[in-house]
């Protein structure tokens, strides 16, 4: 049976918990008419580059998909019918990809170093809530002479 990777991105202002209906939904389209769903991922709420629907951001979630081409059709057709989902791609693959996919694999790259954790350069006045050595740093003002009252 074909392989098919299909991405869809819902609107952002609805829940996660109605994104996993949807998801539900299209995996009941592709069951009813003979598929099977290989792997879900839900990538969560981003950004989109551009702006689709006045939306801003916008919950993606990945399906992995075997079954005829004509259960992909349908599925493909209930998404173009919802208003809930913002635009979807599927691509027929020869294989699915081993493991979790590249989005789920930058999210878990724990082994960085955070900003706070690096102490590398030393300490910043400016942040590091030293303030001797911040106001140490910035200049005084030149003295300006007083303006001369006509009275005197």
């Not at 993606?60 to 173009?80: C, G, K």
């Not at 693959?93 to 081993?98: I, P, Q, R, S, V």
């Amino acid at each position: 049976m074909p392989c098919y990777e299909c991405v869809f991105i819902a609107r952002q202002d609805i829940s996660a918990a109605q994104t996993e209906g949807l998801t539900e939904t299209f995996s009941q389209v592709i069951t009813e008419n003979g598929g099977s769903i290989a792997n879900v991922e839900s990538w969560g709420l981003r950004s989109l580059t551009y702006r689709i629907k006045k939306n801003r951001k916008g919950h993606y979630v990945l399906m992995n998909i075997e079954a005829p081409a004509p259960a992909v059709h349908e599925m493909e057709r209930q998404m173009r019918i919802n208003e809930d989902v913002l635009r979807f791609m599927t691509l027929r693959l020869d294989a699915f990809e081993e493991g979790p996919s590249a989005m789920v694999r930058n999210k878990d790259r724990d082994d960085r170093p955070r900003r706070s954790d690096r102490n590398d350069r030393g300490p910043r006045p400016d942040r590091d809530g030293d303030q001797a050595a911040a106001t140490a740093a910035i200049p005084a003002p030149a003295a300006t002479p007083a303006p001369a009252s006509e009275g005197e």
